[in-house]
């Protein structure tokens, strides 16, 4: 098996993680000495929505996201989702900054019928616009850092993706930390700091914080011994529901059935694979079986 055979995530039933940064808790108690413990509570709620909307749209397309650390500026989901198509991989970025509209959105339209709800929801429904416009940024580990990346990947490829959105990263967070110097003579606004802190370390190689593409080399479970799974499907099963069959750690083969019970071949793990790099996720396996 190749060192850099692509994995993929663990089922979608399997249980999301949540771990605590420990700057997160820092934060908490710089807001509660500040009299402003609600707008944090609020606005970490409000952050988890957007990376469960990421999570959720990542499941749409079969994949998993399933470890959420609650950080100083408000939360990071992170996973698996090598394979991801450009387009999709897109639409996960921008699924959680559209959570985040869409409740502000739905607060003010419950302004507009009920305005006496308006000291109850104004917080929550500023925190979430306000999330969803920082995330469409263009810097990167932003989700419309993402969404640039991807657009320049598509056209000049990944290396000038790479530059592109980092020097963008250190463009914003330059930018945000001279508003933070200007702050100091003004109105001392630490969230400034943090946020331009969070850009920088993007930028400079921070982005495994987040969800992420990686490659998995298991030459050394290959030493003591790795699992092999078969998991027979029938031709007319799609790649989709074929990756979520894949596990971390275990080495998958497939046994492909016709219609009518009777066997057609069998594929290997990086068979599949070579399957993901050009087919459509929701084609049959039979159509890429017949076109190799």
Same mark, same amino acid.
């Given at each position: 098996?190749?060192?850099?055979?692509r994995r993929?995530?663990?089922?979608s039933q399997e249980r999301?993680?949540?771990a605590v940064?420990p700057l997160?808790l820092?934060?908490g108690?710089?807001?509660?000495?500040? #009299?402003?413990?609600?707008?944090f509570?609020v606005t970490?709620l409000?952050a988890?929505?957007?990376e469960?909307g990421? @999570?959720?749209?990542a499941?749409?397309?079969g994949?998993?996201? *399933?470890?959420v650390v609650?950080?100083?500026?408000?939360?990071?989901?992170s996973?698996?989702i090598? #394979?991801?198509?450009?387009?999709?991989?897109?639409?996960?970025a921008?699924?959680g900054?559209?959570v985040?509209?869409?409740t502000?959105?739905l607060?003010?339209?419950?302004?507009?019928?009920?305005?006496?709800?308006?000291p109850?929801?104004?917080?929550?429904a500023?925190?979430s #616009?306000?999330? @969803?416009?920082v *995330?469409l940024l263009?810097a990167?580990?932003l989700d419309?850092?993402r969404?640039?990346?991807?657009?320049?990947?598509?056209k000049?490829g990944?290396?000038?993706a790479s530059?592109?959105?980092?020097g963008?990263g250190?463009?914003f967070g330059t930018a945000?930390?001279a508003?933070?110097v200007y702050?100091?003579?003004?109105?001392?606004n630490p969230?400034?700091?943090?946020f331009a802190?969070?850009?920088f370390a #993007?930028a400079l190689g921070?982005g495994?914080?987040?969800y992420v593409?990686?490659r998995?080399d298991?030459?050394?479970?290959?030493k003591?011994?790795l699992e092999v799974?078969?998991?027979?499907?029938?031709?007319?099963?799609?790649?989709k529901?074929?990756?979520?069959f894949?596990?971390?750690?275990?080495?998958?083969?497939?046994?492909v059935?016709?219609?009518?019970g009777?066997?057609?071949?069998?594929?290997s793990?990086?068979?599949?694979?070579?399957m993901?790099?050009?087919?459509?996720l929701?084609?049959?396996?039979s159509?890429?079986?017949?076109?190799?």
């Open positions: 098996m190749s060192g850099t055979s993929f995530l663990k089922k999301m993680r949540f940064h997160f820092l934060f108690v710089y807001y509660a000495f500040t #009299g402003r413990i609600f707008l509570l970490t409000v988890l929505m957007h469960f990421h @999570a959720a749209m499941a749409r397309y994949y998993r996201l *399933n470890r609650l950080m100083p500026y408000g939360a990071l989901v996973g698996d090598e #394979g991801i198509g450009l387009k999709e991989e897109i639409a996960v921008l699924a900054p559209l985040n509209a869409v502000a959105l607060f003010v339209a419950l302004w507009w019928f009920i305005p006496d709800a308006y109850y929801t104004d917080v929550a500023y925190a #616009g306000a999330i @969803a416009a *995330n263009p990167y580990p419309g850092g969404v640039f990346y991807c657009l320049v990947e598509k000049w990944a290396k000038a530059r592109a959105a980092r963008a250190l463009l945000l930390f508003l933070f702050s100091c003579f003004v109105s001392l969230t400034v700091l943090f802190a969070f850009l #993007g921070g495994g914080a987040a593409r990686i998995v298991y030459s050394r479970e290959m003591r011994g799974r078969r998991v027979a499907v029938r031709e007319d099963c799609t790649l529901k074929m990756l979520s894949l596990r971390r750690g275990r080495y998958t083969e497939f046994i059935y016709d219609g009518e009777g066997f057609l071949c069998e594929l793990e990086e068979d599949f694979v070579k993901l790099e050009n087919a459509p929701y084609s049959p396996v159509l890429q079986i017949h076109r190799q």
